[in-house]
């Protein structure tokens, strides 16, 4: 099988610049597979308005254009997360939300024409019962005919039939796209064998996931980045746009192509992580690996990236860094 050996990622003609902000690590639901670090703040919020304010500001100036994607613990829980999206979208950026959407659908409608989509995550250890679950379903499907809607299926081995199911049936007349999400053993990610991070599963149920594909829905909206190539060792390259280049991400994930230890990868500079505790990084990778550049209370201190990173990592695990451009050397 041929391998690749390049990924450039594109939005409108520019590098993709991707941001991932987590504001907040509070989340309610507390799912079995998600660990604590991710949930366990009992603070909706760490800092005062005027440090997210400075800090926002601070990436507008910094990176002039770009997607910013606030994610948590449970973004919706974060106080400030209406004034930030007005910032990013008065500086033109184009903005995404991660949700498991379990707020009343009315908390959204403040961002009608303002984000570019928002990504709802299905998880069904929490939404556990038939009347919880249709009313999601029915929140996600209302919500579509106002907001380009993406949704995760979060591939739970606890409730497996269950949720290969909702893969396979669900509506996507208002969606953007249905994904399926592979969960990943966080504590193994980094490894010496990035075989062990999807530890949650059978070898029957990993075969599976492998064949998943996403399923592209009825609804047209922005999409990022919008032009991806990528270049393999037979010398070939495949460029795909739109929705495909995403997906071309995930598939290099969910197909384990995703090592590219050695490589030079432009995270740091065309991204940004932004830790719910307020600690900075070039990307997800290093957040996890405890490698900061700085806090967002002593801006004055940042360590900010100027040159591309030589990957040390076995496994890049969040399609957020794949999809940053990188490429063999
Ligand atoms: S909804 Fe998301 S952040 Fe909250 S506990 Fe579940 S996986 Fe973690
Ligand atoms: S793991 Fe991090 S450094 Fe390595 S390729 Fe992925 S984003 Fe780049």
């Given at each position: 099988?041929k391998?690749?050996?390049?990924?450039s990622?594109?939005?409108l003609g520019?590098?993709?610049?991707?941001?991932?902000?987590?504001?907040?690590?509070?989340c309610p639901?507390?799912c079995h597979y998600c660990?604590?670090?991710?949930w366990?703040?009992k603070n909706p919020?760490?800092?005062?308005?005027?440090?997210?304010e400075?800090?926002?500001?601070?990436?507008i100036?910094?990176?002039?254009?770009?997607h910013?994607?606030?994610?948590?613990?449970?973004p919706?829980?974060f106080?400030?997360?209406d004034?930030l999206?007005?910032k990013?979208y008065d500086a033109g950026w184009t903005i995404?939300i991660?949700?498991?959407?379990?707020k009343?659908?009315?908390?959204?409608?403040?961002?009608?024409?303002?984000?570019?989509?928002?990504?709802?995550s299905?998880?069904a250890?929490v939404?556990?019962?038939?009347?919880k679950?249709d009313?999601w379903f029915?929140?996600?499907?209302?919500m579509?005919t106002y907001?380009?809607m993406?949704?995760?299926i979060?591939?739970d081995?606890?409730?497996?039939d269950?949720v290969l199911n909702?893969?396979?049936?669900?509506?996507?007349?208002?969606?953007l796209l249905?994904?399926?999400?592979?969960?990943?053993?966080?504590?193994?990610v980094?490894?010496?064998?990035k075989d062990?991070a999807d530890?949650?599963?059978?070898l029957e149920?990993?075969?599976?996931?492998?064949t998943?594909?996403?399923?592209i829905?009825?609804?047209?909206?922005?999409?990022l980045?919008?032009?991806?190539?990528?270049?393999?060792?037979?010398g070939?390259?495949e460029?795909?746009?739109?929705?495909e280049?995403?997906?071309?991400?995930?598939?290099?994930?969910?197909?384990?192509q995703n090592?590219?230890?050695?490589?030079s990868?432009?995270?740091g500079?065309?991204?940004l992580?932004?830790?719910?505790d307020?600690?900075?990084s070039k990307?997800g990778?290093?957040?996890?690996?405890?490698?900061?550049?700085?806090d967002?209370d002593k801006?004055?201190?940042v360590q900010w990236?100027?040159?591309s990173t030589?990957c040390p990592y076995d496994?890049?695990?969040?399609?957020?860094d794949?999809?940053?451009?990188?490429?063999?050397i």
């Open positions: 099988m391998k690749v050996t390049g990924i990622s594109k939005y520019k590098p993709l610049i991707w941001i991932g902000w987590q504001v907040n690590k509070h639901f507390q660990e604590e670090f991710t366990g703040d919020a760490n800092f005062t308005w005027e440090v997210y400075r800090m926002a500001d601070k990436l100036d910094k990176y002039k254009y770009g910013m994607e606030f994610t948590g613990g449970e919706l829980t106080p400030y997360l004034q999206i007005s990013f995404g991660l949700t498991n959407l379990g009343r659908k009315e908390a959204y409608k403040h961002w009608i024409g303002k984000v570019d989509y928002v990504c709802a299905y998880h250890n939404i556990n019962t038939d009347k679950r009313a029915e929140k996600l499907d209302n579509g907001i380009p993406i949704c995760r979060i591939l081995p606890k409730h497996w269950h909702v893969f396979h049936t669900l509506r996507t007349d208002n969606l249905l994904e399926p999400v592979r969960l990943l053993a966080f504590h193994n980094f490894s010496n064998d062990l530890t949650h599963y059978t149920q990993n075969k599976i996931i492998d998943l594909e996403a399923r829905g009825h609804v047209t909206g922005t999409i980045p919008s032009e991806i190539k990528l270049t393999y060792d037979d070939t390259t460029t795909n746009e739109g929705l280049a995403f997906n071309s991400i995930s598939v290099l994930s969910r197909s384990r090592n590219f230890k050695g490589w990868c432009d995270i500079i065309n991204s992580w932004v830790g719910g307020g600690q900075i990307g990778c290093h957040s996890f690996d405890q490698k900061f550049i700085g967002i801006l004055n201190e990236p100027t040159e030589i496994l890049c695990y969040c399609d957020l794949v999809v940053i451009s990188k490429r063999k």
